[in-house]
């Protein structure tokens, strides 16, 4: 079976989430995802730990059908009133994405003083480092990285993409649920058993 052949059946990185870890990379102080309460919960939450606020606009079955404009114009507003953020970024989701939210409207309408990053991205994508790609080129165009900065991480992830097909998460139709290398120790010589082993 070819590369292209394969159907892979396992769940598989968000573009979502790799928006999101970017945008903490970035230094942004606040993420707004413009979706439902508990798209990428698990990792919003943990995101906090890294100092980076995340926080929804939850929408509902209302927005879905009649859209989320206003609620992410309130949402941006209320962020900056709660954590006077440097930089802002704005990330789309599945639900916001497929019923064509223009997330640059509502900020032009917030019209915050603050660089703003804004991502439209959805967890549908195969790579997600499609997700990492569209948070760069939006900092690119805030002015947040320059051309060749992004050029650089752009390459990077090619080749991350390449090695995810080649021996990652899209190399196998399935893949069992593994925590890799759970060896515990304190000497980094002693971390490369993690390799040895298979870990």
């Known amino acids: 079976m070819t590369q292209k052949e394969i159907s892979i059946i396992h769940p598989r990185p968000s573009s979502i989430v790799a928006a999101l870890y970017t945008l903490?990379?970035?230094?942004?102080?606040?993420?707004?995802?413009?979706g439902p309460p508990g798209c990428s919960f698990k990792h919003a939450r943990l995101l906090e730990e890294?100092?980076?606020?995340v926080v929804t606009t939850g929408l509902d079955e209302n927005g879905f059908v009649f859209g989320g404009h206003d609620k992410l114009v309130q949402v941006i507003n209320k962020s900056i009133e709660l954590f006077n953020p440097k930089i802002l970024g704005v990330v789309g989701t599945c639900a916001s994405m497929i019923i064509g939210e223009e997330m640059h409207e509502a900020v032009l309408e917030a019209n915050p003083d603050i660089p703003v990053i804004e991502v439209?991205?959805?967890?549908?994508?195969?790579?997600?480092?499609?997700?990492?790609?569209?948070a760069l080129e939006s900092a690119l165009d805030a002015g947040i990285i320059d051309h060749k900065e992004f050029?650089?991480?752009?390459?990077?992830?090619?080749?991350?993409?390449?090695?995810?097909?080649?021996?990652g998460a899209a190399s196998k139709e399935y893949l069992a649920p593994s925590r890799g290398c759970l060896l515990y120790t304190s000497d980094a010589a002693d971390d490369l058993l993690c390799v040895d082993l298979g870990g």
């Open 24 to 34: 903490r990379d970035l230094n942004v102080d606040v993420a707004i995802l413009h």
């Open 50 to 53: 890294d100092g980076i606020h």
């Open 151 to 167: 050029e650089r991480q752009e390459y990077l992830l090619q080749k991350a993409t390449e090695v995810e097909k080649k021996f």
């Open 120 to 134: 439209e991205v959805h967890a549908g994508y195969h790579n997600n480092t499609k997700g990492v790609i569209f």
